[in-house]
């Protein structure tokens, strides 16, 4: 009777414990969820410079680089329904939508040659539905001089 109670406590320390731990391990990775976010929905209905913008696209590149996100036959990140993140820039002054490895590939210093003192708005964020982390982002120019 006495080993059966012992086994008894015993499964149960060890049911709690799994519980404990897969709690806590839930509560960590929905912090970096949130802290993630955080870099990104700062800039919601924000007016920022080309030169931030420039920033944030690098940063952008940076985490699906170490996602290992793939690319298409035309450098394009291909999109995963996890973690992938991407920006997507609107141009007033020939009414174009660009991705941003468009300006990560020719050079974001290029970038911020022609738009660095040019202000966008963010006007968009979409999430990955799995994951609930920013999926996309886009940026709209706001003037032209």
């Known amino acids: 009777m006495k080993k059966t109670l012992l086994i008894l406590i015993a ?3 060890v049911i709690v414990c799994i519980i404990g731990i897969k709690y806590y391990s839930y509560m960590m990775e929905y912090n970096n969820v949130i802290k993630e976010n955080e870099e990104y929905e700062k800039y919601k209905d924000q007016e920022v ?3 931030d913008l420039a920033t944030l696209i690098n940063k952008a ?4 680089e170490k996602n290992n996100i793939p690319k298409d036959d035309k450098n394009l990140y291909i999109q ?3 973690n992938s993140i991407e920006i997507e820039i609107y141009i007033e002054d020939n009414e174009t939508t660009y991705k941003m490895e468009v300006f990560y590939n020719s050079g974001t ?3 911020i040659q022609y738009y660095g003192n040019i202000k966008f708005k963010c006007s968009k964020i979409e999430y990955h539905e799995k994951t609930g982390k ?3 982002i886009l940026f709209e120019q706001l003037q032209t001089s």
């Open 11 to 13: 499964i149960v320390i």
């Open 49 to 51: 410079y080309g030169i």
């Open 61 to 64: 590149v940076d985490k699906n």
């Open 80 to 82: 995963n329904d996890e």
């Open 109 to 111: 210093e290029q970038f």
């Open 134 to 136: 920013i999926k996309y």
